[in-house]
């Protein structure tokens, strides 16, 4: 059964980092868009960053460009989301998803195949 395990959150204060990971199991995802998502209380699910199966391709949401970085290593089926000066309106559980085919990186949560369970982020200011 496929899954996405997400890894990394926690608390952290304004300005600090965090590395979310995203693990794969039960089949390869190497063909997919792999795309990390957040949902705050009270908000919809929306958009962080997405890459596309080969790496060649990168989108992320306007809040979050320079700042999130993310990437991918097909030998460990692993996304990984790079977060740096973090803000207290970064404050959300973030999920890991996967979009088939992967040639392209849609934004629109109901497009993705699979979803991790979420991982919280609390930012402090």
């Known amino acids: 059964q496929a899954q996405l395990a997400e890894s990394g959150g926690g608390l952290v204060q304004a300005g600090g980092s965090l590395r979310l990971t995203c693990a794969a199991s039960g089949r390869p995802f190497s063909s997919y868009t792999m795309g990390w998502f957040r949902q705050a209380p009270g908000e919809e699910r929306e958009f962080v960053a997405g890459i596309t199966w080969n790496g060649g391709s990168t989108s992320y949401a306007d809040s979050v460009q320079g700042r999130f970085t993310i990437s991918r290593d097909h030998a460990k089926n692993t996304v990984y989301l790079q977060m740096n000066s973090l803000r207290p309106e970064d404050t959300a559980v973030y999920y890991c998803?996967?979009?088939?085919?992967?040639?392209?990186?849609?934004?629109?949560?109901?497009?993705?195949?699979?979803w991790g369970q979420g991982t919280q982020v609390t930012v402090s200011s």
């Open positions: 998803a996967a979009d088939f085919p992967g040639h392209r990186i849609l934004t629109t949560p109901a497009e993705y195949d699979y």
